[in-house]
């Protein structure tokens, strides 16, 4: 059964950094592209960064470009986000994802396909 488990997240002040994990279970973690969805209270989800397999090509939203960073680990299974530069806009939930169509790496998996979230929240 395809799992996921987010963690790193929690209050931060602007301009600080925290660095997500998410650990997978379940299916071939290195044969999947994965991204990072946020969603803010009272938004709509909206993607943030994905990955390819082996990682040597990374997507970025214009709004985290430059200040996220993108990485996996296949031999533990492990994805990451790195933020650094922390604004109160990028509050919310952090959910990592499972990309099945490797064609459309900057769309917003299916919910079913994604974890349950780490809480980031920038604020003074």
């Known amino acids: 059964q395809v799992r996921f488990v987010e963690s790193g997240g929690g209050l931060v002040q602007p301009g600080g950094s925290l660095t997500l994990s998410c650990a997978a279970f379940g299916f071939h973690f290195s044969n999947y592209y994965m991204s990072w969805v946020r969603q803010a209270p009272g938004k709509g989800p909206e993607w943030v960064s994905s990955i390819q397999t082996g990682g040597a090509s990374t997507w970025y939203a214009d709004s985290v470009k430059g200040r996220f960073t993108i990485s996996r680990d296949n031999t533990k299974n492990i994805l990451y986000l790195q933020m650094n530069s922390l604004k109160p806009e990028d509050t919310g939930q952090y959910f990592c994802?499972?990309?099945?169509?490797?064609?459309?790496?900057?769309?917003?998996?299916?919910?079913?396909?994604w974890g349950r979230g780490t809480q980031v929240t920038v604020s003074a």
């Open positions: 994802a499972m990309i099945r169509n490797f064609l459309k790496p900057r769309e917003i998996p299916p919910r079913d396909d």
